[in-house]
Structures are given as structure tokens and as C-alpha cells.
């Protein structure tokens, strides 16, 4: 051996991929004996048609060690400069405490989790969202919140349409006030746009002269006013008008609650409650409404119910309203939300109590009544005579001298043409107001000379009738976590309730529940990503500016596309830009009336529902017996609909979990009549390497970072949908109001900032770095082998149902359990919830066919793994035959009364047929590594019968 290729040997630059890959060599070689393929080459030739499989590996940097990739991004991080931010509009310092830093955002145990749908294994996630709907709706002051929306600009266009699916008005204008924060107004005047909504501006004040079906007004206002909206609110429901009120949690410590002026939605950001500015987010978006809109409230709701001994239980309530069951007809196209986030906020609120987080509120509030002071006092205008945080001066031909020498003394200020914004948060000291002073004015004045006059009449800036008197956070939850030791315990006994990838894999079908590594999750907290405000100068952002240059280079090369959009903040968000971009372009060739898309029957519920979105007319398209697109029904409905149609939307591998062998004709299809294709990127993790949406024939697609490329589900959020496009689509991508660098032709926004979710970025920036090319091709090919290894154990115990024209799969198998359940009475939900005893997340449940369950094992799971689950699925179908035997009556056996606690194993009395053991370690892993679902199955029906959304007991709000 030379001593080049010793050296090569040596280098530890490959090491990454054996990390995050599973299955060693010795592993692959029996997983391909078992499925009878002669190597994992042979296997991809007989599961991914040929036509579409790339001829060239992809064009990436050789792969970095974990120590090189982190050297290198700390270098880029570096180049974000972070100067004090005072900008406010939305974004704010705040002080995370390390007790939740380190035992929530950096813990596996938290971040790893998924969404809760299988309510019995995520108690503690389900508690904590139910503490933060509950703070929601106390500092608000109304009736129901949801569990977090993507971002405040978000839920302010939720808001607008939940207005107008609740109000009484036959108007189709809707007013917003020109005192909201810029960004929001973007978000919102996009999302009115494809619906057909007209956008009335004006001063708050100014709504009673408009006929129109809501309003959005913000208190406190974008320059820092501060206004009582109850009688503006009276005349408004004189109007048939609902108005909505985009509010600051902080802010609302010391004043008055919307709800207690009449609003009918609050809406707003949680950011400051813990959460770093991360240059834009990740941050939960919170809705607050009253109850009798609850039924058309966009976003999870987190509920009360009770199990099936009768114990008090959480689930995600209403599901009813969401995408994945009414589709086009859902109240929203939301799926991933910021669940993380949400929890933190939560935690923060419950760490401060209320007594703590007024105090916090009253601070930031009497240092800006110091700074109003010496202004004032120098002889400075103050735009508003009230304000929270928030003072805006009128600075006039000083402005840019002003803001120059601010920022030569690090410090960042909001600037207008002739004013400028400055917005003190839970960070800010007195040094820096008296700094600020002595920038503005060129004296040297001290807080001390104005904080006693100011101590006389603390709240002399806020008008009396907005000041708040009413208590709020008065559940015992709020009260009691105020030391370090005392909440360290309760984040660890939430945790210990929830299954997460700590605990064992997630075979969720369409979801990618792969390992989201160490090294991957370190730059998220570094302080040069955390610390950034979105709307800092361009100047002090080249370090964010060149990570997202990078990754998009990544991506495109990965993708086949040839520009991309970091902007979306979810996939479904991605698939929102992806259609307004393809209509943008329709508009710009003189096509504005093309409107149909068409989408397969077999599509995710966000599809559909994405679609109704941007007003487009969906025509679902039929699949054949075999689970692919039926190009004959294709091809009668782009014949009918020619002259209209706009896109068809399409999964690839599609959702049935195999290679459609024409997926490239109906591309050709489509474009033939005009039409533009959207392929979803849900299944990226089974092209990455092997082929991709370009060479296929798609023209835009929305990448699911937090499936293909590891950043963390964090159990519903946060989540990352950049969309790609072929050149032509390029002008049409998303801009922003506060762009560095504006895109001719977009002139809309779909998030409050520009890169989304911009501080997790990194995540998937570094796992492409230390995958390589290679590396991130081998992932997608064991993803297949991994997936047809369980189908290959299965298939002989349960129906397989689709498979490719060799008999293969793609990245995920769904196996079908209607036979199982036409003869024995068992249900896929038993089957699902019975995994629970074998330590083991349910796959996907009916989905995309009723009655299945779809299981994807993702290339992070080894063969051990893979064993465990198969002898769990093998072992549950011989308990369902001891049931089809007449061994075990339907109503008493393991699996209907699955899952099994530790109270059912210590209960005094046993009448079951099964034995305890049975119950409660039915496999030989079990007895050594046991994880204990904290209740049995809950009951969903009551949950939604008896709709309970805060922390108080169920017992206070049963119906007769």
C-alpha cells in the first residue's frame, strides 16, 4: 500500500455515514441473503426503473469528519456579526434558561419525538402543550388556543381566514391596520391574494368606515402605541366585522387582555419566552379564539379525555378539522407546526410563574419609560405618547447620523425614512439605555435622574383603561416549578412519558424518523446563529447568507433543480409557495385562468388541501390496482380540463411506497398540455443519489428537511420545506419586505422571515457535509434495503399490499390488515397499539388506504432493530390468530385491551385469559429495556364530545 493510500485508509473523513447509516457489512450481507438480492446494487436495479436512475454520482464536496465539519461551520458562523439588537417588530432578545437549554432544546428525548397521534406514548409532550395552550389563552384572555401555528405572520393569515369561514358579513374585504409589523402584512396580503380577499388599509381607528367581514389590528402596535380596542371592537360586531388582534405575550404581563376588550382571535409570536431570534426562527406562532370557533380553529388543539379504565388522558383533539382527513375542505393546509418551541415558551412561563414574567414585563417596561424620559428630556419627539417596550422618535434629517453612530457603537436600531424604532427586552441593562441616550442626544444622562418620577406613576405611559388588573398562569402548574431542582425533575418525568427515537426506531410510514446526530444539533445553539435578528443589516448577516448560498448549492446539485427557496418553514408552507409560484408564472404567459390540479387519490392530505390555498379547483386522478397513478384516467382528465390546467401534484416514490415505472410519462403528460408538475418531496430519502425530481421531469418540488435531510421532528415542529424549481420558475420564488437581495417577479412572502426557520439550517447543511456524495447515496440504498428486508420478514404473516414491478419496494411497505380484521375482529389500531408492549412507535395508520399500516424503517436502523420490530409483527399476528381460534374471546385478549401500564401489572385482581406476563412483557427485549405507556388507550370519542383545552380536570367539564 502507497503511503497516499494509507493515508486514505487512516482518514476518518468517511466515518460520518457508518455513523448515521445502520446496517454494518456483515449486517447487509444476511439482509440481502434473506430478501435474495446478490448485492445492494443488484437491488436497486430491480426496484428503481432505469429510466429514471442517474448515470453520474452527484457533484458535492468530498465528506468532512464531524471535528472538520464543525471547524468549518464555526468559521462561517463567525462572519454573522452580533451587535445589541434594539429592532424589535417582532423579534427580541431573550434569556433562555439553561435548565430548559439543556433539558429540552439540546435532549434527545425531546427532540426526536413525533407528533403525538399515538396519544398512550406521549403523555408528557401532550402535558406540557397543554400548559402552553393554557398560558395562551390566560395572557390573552380567551376561551381556546392552539398548540402553535409556523410563525406570527402565519397565524395572522390564519387569522384572516378563520374571520372569514366565522363571520356572518357577505363581505369579501378584509381591513388590516397599517401600525402591523411589515412582515406580517406581507404574509397576509399573499395569502389574501389566491383567495380572493380584498385588503383594506388604514388606522385602526379607521375600521368603522369600511364594510368588511374581520379586521387584524396589533396592540401594542408596531411603533410601540398602545390603544384600547374595545370600543373600535363594538362597533366592529355592530358591523357583522370579527376582529383579530396580533399581541405580545410580555406585553400582555402589564396590560389589559384582548379577549377582556372583545377580540375574537388574539394571535402573535412566543418567541421571547425563552426562545433565541435564531435570525428568524425557528418560533412558535400562537391563535387564541373564542369557543365558538373552536370548530374552524386552524392547527392542532391539544385536549382533555380520559382511558380506558377511566383515568384523565391527553390527545390531539378535533382532528376531524385537519388536512389529513378533509383534505381540500380543511380549515388549513398546517401539518408540521413548532412543537419544540411551544414547549419552551411553556417551560419559560412555567419557570417565572406569573409573578416572575410580570416582574420581567415591568422591567423592560420602566427601562423604556427611562429612555422616553431622557429623550423627552433632550428635547426629542416621541412618535406615541404610549408604549410598552417600544418607542419610536421622530429623528428626522439626523436619522442616518443617528443609526451610523449607533451601529459604530454595536448597536442595531430600527430605521424609517425619518424616524427611528428603539425596542428594549428581558436582555437589556441600564448601561444600555443610558448608552442610548447619550447616542441620541450626546449627553451623558443616568437613569437614576428619571427613575424616581417615573416609580411615582409606574405605568403613566399605559393608558388606564388598557392597564391589567385580571390574574392569569393561576393553575397550580405555574406555581410551583421555580427552582432549578424542582423543574429539572418535572421536564425529566414528562420526558420519561413519551417514546422517542431514544427509546427505539419510529417506523412511521412518510415521515423519515432517521437519526438526527450530535454534531448535526451543536451549531443550532451557537450564539452566532442564535443571536441574529432577521431584519439586522446585510452586512452583519455574511455568515447566514453564505450558509444558505451552500446548502442551496447542495440542494440543487441533489435535486436536479436550478434555484431554491429556503424561505417555507414547513412542508406544507413549501407546497403552498410551490403552487404560487407556478401560478405566478401561469399569470406572467397570459394563463391566469389555468386552475385545475390534478392530484392523485393516493396524495397526503396537505396536497389538496395546498391546493385550495391558492384557489385552484383539484381533480383527483385514480390509481390502478397496483397502487400507481392510472395513466389511462390521467390522461381522460387532462384531456377534459386542457385549456385550464395548471399542475398535477405527485409523490415520488409515490405514497403507496413504490417506484411508479411511468412517473416520467405523466410529466410528459402534463407539460404536453401546458401544465406544470409539483412532485412532493416527502419521499427524498428514497431518490437522494439514485435519481431526482429534475431528471424525472418536475419542475417544483418542497424538500421536508425534517425527513430527508435530519432535522429533528422535535415532536410536531419545527420543520423545514425549502422548494426547488427549474430556471423558469425562478423569478416566481418567494421575496420579503426586509430582503436583502429582492428577486425580480416576487413580490410575496409566505413566512415572517426571509430564511424561514433560518437557525436550522446548519442541521442539514451539516449532515450533507460529512455524508458526501457517497455517503448520503449509500443512506438512500439501505433505506430500500433496510425497508424490503422487513417486507421480506412480513410478507408471509401479513398482506403486502403494493409492490414494484419486481417485486421490490421503495423506502417504506404498507401491509394490510382488513383480512386480518374481517376474520378475526382485529383492527389495525389494536395492531398499533399492541406494539406498545413490545416497545415499539405504531407505524403509520391508514394511510394512504384505510385499514393498512405503512412502515418505513429509515437507513439509521440496524439489523437488531429491524429483528426486534419484525419478531413483534410476527408474534402480534400469531396473538391475532390465537383470537381468529377462538382461543381469546374479541372483547378479552392482549391486543384490543393493548396498551398494557404498570398499574395493569400490579392491579390486585387479573381477570384476563392472558397472563400478566403476556400483558406486560410479551418479548424477552422487553423484560430487559421495558418502556411503560402512562395510560391504557385513550378514548377519542369522549375527547371530542367532552372538549376540554386547558390544564383545569376533565371532572368540572363532563356533559350529561
Known amino acids: 500500500m502507497t503511503d497516499m493510500n494509507l493515508l486514505h485508509a487512516l482518514s476518518d473523513d468517511n466515518a460520518f455515514a457508518a455513523r448515521h447509516n445502520g446496517p454494518n457489512d456483515a449486517q447487509q450481507a444476511k439482509m440481502l441473503q434473506t430478501i435474495g438480492a446478490d448485492s445492494i446494487d443488484k437491488l436497486i436495479e430491480e426496484t428503481v426503473p432505469a429510466s429514471i436512475r442517474l448515470k453520474e454520482a452527484m457533484k458535492l464536496d468530498q465528506p468532512q469528519s464531524e471535528a472538520d465539519m464543525l471547524s468549518a461551520l464555526k468559521t462561517v458562523a463567525r462572519k454573522n456579526v452580533i451587535n445589541r439588537s434594539f429592532i424589535g417588530q417582532g423579534y427580541y432578545n431573550t434569556l433562555t434558561p439553561n435548565v430548559i437549554l439543556r433539558n429540552v432544546l439540546e435532549n434527545p428525548g425531546w427532540y426526536t419525538a413525533y407528533t403525538p397521534y399515538q396519544p398512550e406514548i406521549s403523555q408528557g409532550r401532550l402535558e406540557s402543550l397543554l400548559n402552553y395552550q393554557q398560558m395562551i389563552m390566560d395572557l390573552t384572555g380567551m376561551e381556546l388556543a392552539n398548540a402553535s401555528l409556523l ?537 437522494v443519489g439514485l435519481t431526482n425530481p429534475g431528471f424525472i421531469g418536475s419542475d417544483v418540488s418542497h424538500l421536508n428537511l425534517h425527513k430527508t435531510f435530519c432535522i429533528p421532528h422535535g415532536g410536531g415542529g419545527p420543520g423545514m420545506g425549502p422548494i426547488g424549481v427549474k430556471s423558469h420558475l425562478a423569478p416566481f420564488l418567494p421575496g420579503h419586505v426586509e430582503s436583502v437581495k429582492a428577486t425580480e417577479g416576487a413580490q410575496y412572502a409566505v413566512s415572517a422571515a426571509e430564511l424561514g426557520s433560518a437557525s436550522i439550517l446548519p442541521i442539514s447543511y451539516a449532515y450533507i457535509a460529512m455524508m458526501g456524495s457517497e455517503g448520503l447515496t449509500q443512506a438512500t440504498k439501505l433505506a430500500i434495503l433496510n425497508a424490503n428486508y422487513v417486507m421480506e420478514r412480513l410478507r408471509d404473516h401479513y398482506p403486502v399490499l403494493y409492490r414494484g414491478t419486481h417485486g421490490r419496494i421503495a423506502h417504506e411497505c404498507i401491509i394490510d390488515i382488513r383480512p386480518l380484521k374481517e376474520a378475526s375482529g382485529i383492527s389495525e389500531e389494536d395492531v398499533a397499539k399492541r406494539l406498545m408492549d413490545y416497545g415499539f412507535h405504531a407505524p403509520t395508520m391508514s394511510f394512504p388506504v384505510a385499514g393498512t399500516l405503512m412502515i418505513e424503517p429509515t437507513e439509521s436502523e440496524d439489523l437488531t432493530e429491524l429483528d426486534r420490530f419484525c419478531d413483534a409483527m410476527i408474534a402480534i399476528r400469531q396473538e391475532i390468530a390465537r383470537v381468529q381460534s377462538g382461543e381469546w374471546t374479541l372483547e378479552d385478549n392482549p391486543l384490543v385491551n393493548a396498551p398494557h401500564t404498570q398499574v395493569d401489572l400490579m392491579d390486585a385482581e387479573w381477570t384476563h385469559a392472558y397472563s400478566r406476563e403476556l400483558a406486560c412483557y410479551p418479548s424477552a427485549h422487553s423484560k430487559g429495556a421495558k418502556y411503560w405507556p402512562t395510560v391504557n388507550r385513550v378514548d377519542n370519542v369522549f375527547g371530542d364530545r367532552n372538549l376540554v383545552c386547558s390544564c383545569p380536570g376533565i371532572e368540572n367539564y363532563i356533559e350529561d
Open 151 to 687: 410563525d406570527e405572520a402565519t397565524a395572522a393569515a390564519e387569522a384572516m381566514t378563520l374571520c372569514q369561514r366565522a363571520s356572518k358579513s357577505k363581505s369579501k374585504a378584509f381591513f388590516i391596520s397599517t401600525d402591523l409589523h411589515p412582515q406580517t402584512i406581507d404574509v397576509v396580503v399573499t395569502r389574501a391574494e389566491y383567495i380572493g380577499i380584498e385588503i383594506i388599509r388604514g388606522k385602526a381607528e379607521e375600521l368603522d368606515n369600511h364594510e368588511v367581514f374581520g379586521a387584524l389590528v396589533q396592540y401594542p402596535g408596531t411603533t410601540g402605541a398602545i390603544a384600547d380596542l374595545t370600543e373600535i371592537i363594538e362597533k366592529a360586531h355592530a358591523r357583522k366585522t370579527l376582529v383579530a388582534v396580533a399581541s405580545d405575550l410580555l406585553a400582555l404581563t402589564i396590560l389589559k387582555a384582548p379577549g377582556e376588550m372583545g377580540a375574537d382571535v388574539v394571535i402573535g409570536s412566543a418567541q421571547r419566552f425563552g426562545v433565541p431570534m435564531g435570525f428568524g426562527g425557528p418560533h412558535a406562532g400562537f391563535m387564541a379564539t373564542k369557543d365558538q370557533h373552536k370548530r374552524t380553529m386552524p392547527g392542532r388543539v391539544i385536549g382533555v379525555s380520559k382511558d380506558a379504565k377511566g383515568n384523565q388522558a391527553l390527545r390531539m383533539a378535533m382532528q376531524t378539522r385537519e388536512q389529513h382527513i378533509r383534505r381540500e375542505k380543511a380549515t388549513s393546509n398546517i401539518c408540521t407546526a413548532q412543537a419544540l418551541l411551544a414547549n419552551m415558551a411553556a417551560f419559560y412561563a412555567l419557570y417565572h410563574g406569573p409573578e416572575g414574567l410580570r416582574k420581567i414585563g415591568r422591567r423592560v417596561h420602566h427601562l423604556t419609560a427611562i429612555l422616553a424620559a431622557g429623550l423627552r428630556n433632550a428635547g426629542l419627539e416621541l412618535v406615541n405618547d404610549t408604549f410598552f417596550d417600544t418607542v419610536t422618535i421622530n429623528s428626522g434629517k439626523q436619522t442616518d447620523a443617528i443609526y451610523k453612530k449607533a451601529l459604530a457603537a454595536g448597536i442595531n436600531l430600527r430605521k424609517y425614512s425619518d424616524k427611528l424604532g428603539v425596542s428594549l427586552d428581558e436582555t437589556t441593562k441600564v448601561t444600555d439605555v443610558e448608552e442610548l441616550l447619550e447616542i441620541f442626544t450626546g449627553q451623558a444622562l443616568k437613569a437614576t435622574a428619571f427613575t424616581d418620577d417615573i416609580a411615582a406613576d409606574e405605568f403613566a405611559a399605559i393608558p388606564q383603561s388598557c392597564r391589567r388588573t385580571s390574574e392569569f398562569l393561576t393553575h397550580p402548574v405555574f406555581n410551583q416549578y421555580h427552582s432549578e431542582t424542582q423543574m429539572m425533575r418535572y421536564m425529566k418525568k414528562l420526558e420519561n412519558k413519551d417514546y422517542s427515537l431514544t427509546h427505539g426506531m419510529i417506523p412511521l410510514g412518510s415521515c423519515t424518523m432517521k437519526l438526527n446526530a450530535a454534531a448535526e444539533m451543536i451549531p443550532v445553539t451557537w450564539p452566532e446563529f442564535g443571536g441574529l435578528h432577521p431584519f439586522a443589516p446585510a452586512d452583519q448577516t455574511q455568515g447566514y447568507q453564505e450558509l444558505a448560498s451552500k446548502l442551496s448549492e447542495m440542494l440543487c446539485e441533489i435535486t436536479g433543480y436550478d434555484a431554491f427557496s429556503l424561505q417555507p418553514n414547513s412542508g406544507a408552507q413549501g407546497e403552498y409557495a410551490g403552487l404560487i409560484a407556478i401560478q405566478r408564472y401561469h399569470a406572467a404567459n397570459g394563463d391566469s385562468h389555468r386552475n385545475v390540479c390534478l392530484i392523485p387519490s393516493s396524495a397526503h392530505g396537505t396536497n389538496p388541501a395546498s391546493a385550495a390555498m391558492v384557489s385552484m379547483k383539484v381533480v383527483v386522478v385514480g390509481c390502478d390496482a397496483n397502487g400507481n397513478i392510472d395513466v389511462e384516467d390521467l390522461k381522460a382528465k387532462i384531456e377534459k380540463h386542457r385549456d385550464n390546467l395548471s399542475c398535477i401534484m405527485i409523490t415520488y416514490p409515490s405514497t403507496h411506497g413504490v417506484y411508479e415505472e411511468a412517473v416520467r410519462e405523466v410529466c410528459e403528460l402534463v407539460h404536453a398540455a401546458g401544465g406544470q408538475v409539483y412532485l412532493d418531496g416527502a419521499n427524498m430519502n428514497a431518490q
